[in-house]
């Protein structure tokens, strides 16, 4: 039944053609087109998949809860050579007014100049300086991370997650889920601290396609 409502949406969509590749991944755990192993990654020049690219982030919220939210519509660039991983390059572009939560009221808030100041820092970016391999499948990414008009460096922890032709739109696709710990006062973003939390979890799912 589940197999069937999966091609039934798929048919309505007009993606009927992908089947094939998609069955595939009948078996649970099963991922159509993708590799787990990153010593057959294919090397190369990438650009961000903003549809399927979020920064996710958290923080305390009154000491009561944490509260998350995320931005999108994220582009860059990664630049990858499997046999030397601590080669890799990445720049990412963040556009502050794509910042949304679960309040269409907070989201305004947080775009104006107490918070972010879309208006007058309409983006953050994250280039990396150095990227250090930890184990087969994952790595330290330390780079400059500019927000808010302040630039820093950060580290991130990023864990490959898979690589492989994309069944639906049939480009080579790499993806990696990344981690990492900042002070939004650090950033002069300082409203509202210490009662809304300092310390931000960033969790960040990123998709990259292959160019040329």
Request: charged letters at 15%; hydrophobic letters at 40%; aromatic letters at 8%.
């Amino acid at each position: 039944m589940r197999n069937l409502l999966v091609a039934g949406l798929l048919a309505t969509a007009g993606l009927v053609p992908a089947l094939p590749a998609l069955a595939q991944s009948a078996t649970p755990g099963a991922t159509p087109g993708a590799t787990h192993d990153p010593s057959i990654v294919k090397g190369g020049s990438f650009t961000v998949e903003p549809g399927h690219t979020q920064i996710g982030f958290t923080l305390m919220h009154l000491g009561f809860s944490y509260y998350s939210g995320s931005f999108s519509n994220v582009s860059g660039s990664l630049s990858v050579n499997p046999s030397k991983p601590s080669a890799a390059k990445l720049s990412i572009t963040v556009p502050i007014d794509s910042v949304m939560t679960t309040s269409a009221k907070l989201d305004s808030e947080l775009k104006g100049d107490q918070w972010f100041d879309a208006a007058k820092y309409p983006t953050a970016t994250f280039v990396s300086t150095k990227i250090v391999p930890e184990g087969k499948d994952s790595a330290r990414i330390t780079g400059t991370l500019t927000l808010h008009g302040v630039s820093r460096t950060e580290t991130l922890t990023a864990h490959f997650v898979g690589a492989g032709i994309n069944p639906l739109d049939k480009h080579y696709t790499i993806g990696f889920e990344a981690v990492g710990d900042i002070r939004r006062s650090d950033y002069g973003v300082k409203t509202y601290v210490p009662l809304v939390g300092d310390d931000v979890k960033l969790t960040i799912a990123g998709a990259f396609e292959q160019q040329g």
